[in-house]
């Protein structure tokens, strides 16, 4: 017999992920998936995380037991630090708090910042897990176009007018995605930074610069990170370990305004007490030995090798086709335009035995965004991390037979 | 230059922990604390959960990787059979989330019933950890007194129709910490357990069962829980790997109705997308090879000796006093009404270099209460776990030298 359990608004309004939707459907064993943004679990370096347990038994009494809020010391100054030397910033404690991944740092700005109504401007496309975060305290969004070189910041302004005009008030916060975007790959361009921290310093608007591939850089120089930056005091970044060490800790930080850092850590007392002590002391060690920054090196050329194989493939399979797409120089992701509708190529590349991820899902609902709402239904999301260099080309060349032109699909 | 950040209504709300205030002038290294409500890190099991990481190693794939929402399969099936072996239910993997912490159980299952205004049932005194989760989603607070054998359900009646008269609503979610409260020390009696889950049945409000020390018995038989009897569809069932094993590994779990649980594990989504897979695979290992029963028989053992210290020492020091207690038959805490307010024997006692937590933070406010509130100036809560047997005895002479009356405090 069901409880008439009384659900909260936000909860009768809750969706599932699609993405995790989706999943269920593409869980056979002959698929190739390029659906997943998933690292690659064969390259996680094992070995030197497995020597720094040792460390878990020489300071087990603080391994196990229960850590600041704020996080594990050594690694909040190691965060600091390392945000410091990346933005030229100057970089205390008390403007670091460790995360349980980076979506909790989305959870907690956007309860520390977000009332029910409130507007967020998100890219499109975006990260659906913000979009989840941002619904779950019941936001609205705004919709800034991007292209290759990420936000469409010249739209900004208008955007943002847009939002005092229909609602009264203006948005609360930009949610971007500098570096290598998840899904559209883009790297925010120099003049678009600027201009992007010159607008919200302007109206007052918070930004938070989501920064999880920013370390992912396969082709050219990387460019500063927004924080830091003259007229930057708005703006929170966000780093991970997910996607440069390994997702199963699930560590992440926040830096920004120490007086904004505190109010998110007062509201994590009461979501979690603490990010987990054990992940936090063994990942500390970790970088304390100086293994991280080798692994990155290993890891850039690692995923390079697997980018350049999916370029390579899409250049072959569909390059005749009305597709199109901007290699990224960076990330986990290509973003192609089919020039058709993705439902239809997502069944019949299903039938192929392949998987990406339709592209509606990286845009808000039409009924949940203020002002115009773009529509994505003509694109698909291709991870290239995740699946080898060999499934990669087999995985295009069956994508290239789900598109209704068929393209120069290869052999299965 | 500070940034005018836009602060949400629950941010401007936010009152930092005020037991995490009273550490700061609790650490002095002279200090017996006697106020934390932490395990007792030289009882951790450190070797048998070392040898466990070497499942990391073969199983790096899995413990490094993203893992789903609602948990590590092995841990969840581990979860269902204890909680059914524990209960007489029958629990099935989605009746189980896997939580970062118990204190997400609640983050969670506020926001999945709660809006703000909404009124919680609480026992008073509570666990503030508690009442700062529910004050993050805005909820208030209807009180019903605390006894040696845990909330006075006799009152609760009363109290819910109090809520419905001064609200025009019906309270949205029962709290109790069923046994061994955090701080009172009571178990709830069983001719009350049967009573709430009968109240909270026909009344249709929900129910959260808050069990983290139901394991930690030391004196008599356990009592069935309230999940899994008959009527008590609208229980939750929170348990926790902190108290019982470690709290480093943030690893909790709620039990409860398939689609309440479906509902908070799409929140969660948005929240840390997944608890640490690292935490759980170690964890779910350590269990599988049958260590935590072995070590639940140690600790047991264990803490029973600290438990018996604290009962003696009180009877030695302060049996000529007006405080009054119960020694409790579990759990980590002594609860003392001391006779007098704390506030003045705290300020003393820190001088005599032992520490307590005043009863007062386990007590909603009054301006946050439906209905009456209960003072908690007079009570004092003391944590036998942390301690040695000696340092507990001497701070129990200092405690008794820090009272009005004086005592008989024995030697510093």
């Known amino acids: 017999m069901a409880f008439p359990y009384p659900f909260s608004a936000v909860a009768r309004d809750a969706r599932p992920s699609p993405i995790r939707e989706l999943f269920k459907v593409i869980g056979r064993p002959d698929m190739i998936s390029l659906a997943g943004g998933l690292p690659d679990p064969t390259a996680f370096p094992v070995d030197p995380l497995m020597e720094c347990t040792e460390v878990l038994r020489e300071d087990a009494g603080t391994a196990l037991q229960y850590g600041a809020t704020e996080g594990f010391g050594p690694l909040v100054e190691w965060i600091a630090e390392r945000v410091a030397e990346r933005t030229g910033a100057r970089v205390e404690p008390a403007n670091v708090l460790v995360t349980t991944g980076s979506q909790q740092v989305m959870d ?130 966000a780093g991970s370990f997910s996607k440069i060490l390994a997702p199963g800790v699930r560590l992440a930080w926040a830096v920004g305004d120490a007086e904004l850092i505190r109010g998110m850590a007062i509201l994590k007392q009461g979501v979690d007490l603490c990010t987990s002590t054990l992940d ?114 087999t995985g295009c060349g069956r994508l290239a037979r789900a598109l209704s032109g068929g393209g120069r699909g290869g052999s299965v």
């Open 108 to 237: 907690l700005l956007a309860r520390t910042l977000l009332d029910p109504g409130d507007v967020v401007i998100v890219e499109a496309p975006t990260y659906p897990g913000a979009l989840h975060t941002f619904r779950n305290v019941g936001a609205r969004f705004a919709a800034v176009p991007c292209d290759e070189h990420g936000m469409q910041v010249e739209a900004l302004d208008a955007v943002i007018q847009g939002v005092r005009h229909d609602t009264g008030s203006l948005p609360k916060l930009v949610y971007t995605i500098v570096n290598f975007s998840n899904p559209s790959g883009a790297c925010l361009a120099e003049v678009r930074r600027r201009r992007l921290i010159e607008l919200a310093a302007s109206s007052g608007i918070p930004v938070l610069e989501d920064d999880p591939y920013g370390d992912l850089r396969y082709v050219g120089e990387p460019l500063r990170p927004l924080y830091g930056r003259e007229g930057a005091a708005g703006v929170v970044h």
């Open 280 to 393: 936090q002391v063994l990942v500390a060690e970790y970088c304390r030995r100086g293994h991280l920054d080798r692994h990155l090196e290993r890891m850039r050329d690692h995923y390079r090798v697997k980018r350049d194989a999916m370029a390579e493939a899409l250049a072959h399979y569909l390059g005749g086709s009305p597709a199109n797409w901007h290699d990224p120089d960076g990330g986990f992701f290509f973003w192609l335009d089919l020039g058709e509708d993705a439902g239809p190529v997502f069944d019949r590349a299903l039938v192929e035995r392949v998987a990406f991820l339709p592209g509606r899902v990286f845009f808000p609902a039409a009924e949940e965004t203020v002002g115009e709402s773009l529509p994505g239904d003509r694109f698909a999301r291709l991870c290239f991390t995740f699946a080898s260099p060999a499934e990669i080309e």
